[in-house]
């Protein structure tokens, strides 16, 4: 008999966030057979300084589904205008409804403590839709799910009120081409604004094969010290041998708003991870359980 597919929701706020926090997994998902989601809850139309407004939104839309096609996946890229996300009540009322027709087994997201305020309503509606999704009186025109699906969180940098706990570290070295020519896709980003915003535009070469291996470069530079900071839980998780060598991770954190994490869960929903060792893996104590109510 084979298992059912797995449904991945990844919940970013812009139309390129699901992808640079979460794409080398969503790759290893799809590659197995499983459904991956990808969702940006705004319309990316802040995100640039010559074009902003509604054709960079189409522009960016575009650009999405083109790096969600490289895998495998699907991009869903929402209307709410970019930089002007907050807690209001139809958003919340829209992320349940978002939840409940994907029916996922798993939920990532962004964490509440981030420098951009979309990124940090984005991770606030997804954990107050985490229960509400399982309540028929809340969107009941939409049928609840029956339990709240595990949710996890992007890793970040961030380290007040509290930092990001790497609970699952996924060696994604095997899909680092492809992460590239993912985020590759999303040119009025990583080669006109981001450049622009971050004052290195005359870095960015003008061929497309030059820009795309500079880009691969920079993300090398970018996530290759979070493979030693997070080296702990990767000897854990992939043995002495193999873990020592892994050079690319995403990492994320399990929300304690979502089903608890256990063996069993964590099994089902990363496949592709080595079986916890009875003394290795993550220890019971890290996760936490949903109370009753
Ligand atoms: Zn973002």
């Given at each position: 008999m084979?298992?059912p597919?797995?449904?991945?929701?990844?919940?970013?706020?812009?139309?390129?966030d699901?992808?640079?926090?979460?794409?080398?997994?969503?790759?290893?998902?799809?590659?197995?057979?499983?459904?991956?989601?990808?969702?940006?809850?705004?319309?990316?139309?802040?995100?640039?300084?010559?074009?902003p407004?509604p054709?960079?939104?189409?522009?960016r839309?575009?650009?999405?589904?083109?790096?969600?096609?490289?895998?495998?996946?699907?991009?869903?890229?929402g209307?709410?205008?970019?930089?002007?996300?907050?807690?209001?009540?139809?958003?919340?009322?829209?992320?349940?409804?978002?939840?409940?027709?994907?029916?996922?087994?798993?939920?990532?997201?962004?964490r509440?403590?981030d420098?951009h305020?979309?990124?940090?309503?984005?991770?606030?509606?997804?954990?107050?839709?985490?229960?509400?999704?399982?309540?028929?009186?809340?969107?009941?025109?939409?049928?609840?799910?029956v339990?709240?699906?595990?949710?996890?969180?992007?890793?970040?940098?961030?380290?007040?009120?509290?930092?990001?706990?790497?609970?699952?570290?996924?060696?994604?070295?095997?899909?680092?081409?492809?992460?590239?020519?993912?985020?590759?896709?999303?040119?009025?980003?990583?080669?006109?604004?981001?450049?622009?915003?971050?004052?290195?535009?005359?870095?960015?070469?003008?061929?497309?094969?030059?820009?795309?291996?500079?880009?691969?470069?920079?993300l090398?530079?970018?996530?290759?010290?979070?493979?030693?900071?997070?080296?702990?839980?990767?000897?854990r998780?992939?043995?002495?041998?193999?873990?020592?060598?892994?050079?690319y991770?995403?990492?994320?954190?399990?929300?304690?708003?979502?089903?608890?994490?256990?063996?069993?869960?964590?099994?089902?929903?990363?496949?592709?991870?080595?079986?916890?060792?009875?003394?290795?893996?993550?220890?019971?104590?890290?996760?936490?359980?949903?109370?009753?109510?």
């Open positions: 084979t298992e597919k797995l449904r991945i929701l990844i919940i970013g706020a812009h139309p390129d699901a992808d640079i926090k979460a794409g080398g997994t969503a790759a290893k998902w799809c590659q197995a057979g499983h459904e991956v989601k990808l969702v940006s809850l705004t319309n990316g139309q802040a995100g640039h300084h010559l074009m407004g054709a960079l939104a189409e522009r839309r575009a650009e999405a589904q083109a790096a969600a096609a490289i895998i495998g996946a699907t991009y869903q890229v209307s709410w205008p970019d930089g002007f996300l907050d807690d209001r009540l139809d958003y919340r009322l829209s992320v349940i409804r978002l939840i409940r027709e994907f029916r996922p087994d798993l939920v990532i997201t962004h509440t403590s420098y305020p979309d990124h940090r309503f984005t991770g606030l509606l997804v954990q107050d839709a985490s229960y509400l999704v399982t309540v028929p009186a809340i969107c009941p025109e939409t049928p609840p799910l339990a709240s699906p595990v949710i996890l969180y992007f890793w970040d940098n961030f380290q007040k009120p509290c930092r990001f706990e790497p609970h699952i570290v996924v060696d994604i070295g095997p899909e680092f081409d492809r992460l590239v020519a993912m985020l590759d896709c999303h040119r009025s980003q990583f080669y006109e604004w981001l450049p622009y915003n971050g004052g290195y535009a005359a870095e960015v070469p003008p061929e497309p094969g030059a820009r795309r291996a500079w880009l691969g470069e920079r090398r530079r970018r996530i290759r010290p979070l493979a030693d900071r997070y080296r702990e839980p990767l000897l998780t992939y043995g002495p041998e193999q873990g020592r060598r892994v050079e991770v995403e990492a994320f954190e399990v929300s304690e708003y979502g089903a608890p994490l256990d063996p069993a869960a964590r099994a089902r929903l990363f496949p592709f991870l080595p079986a916890a060792a009875p003394s290795g893996g993550i220890q019971r104590k890290e996760w936490v359980d949903v109370p009753e109510e």
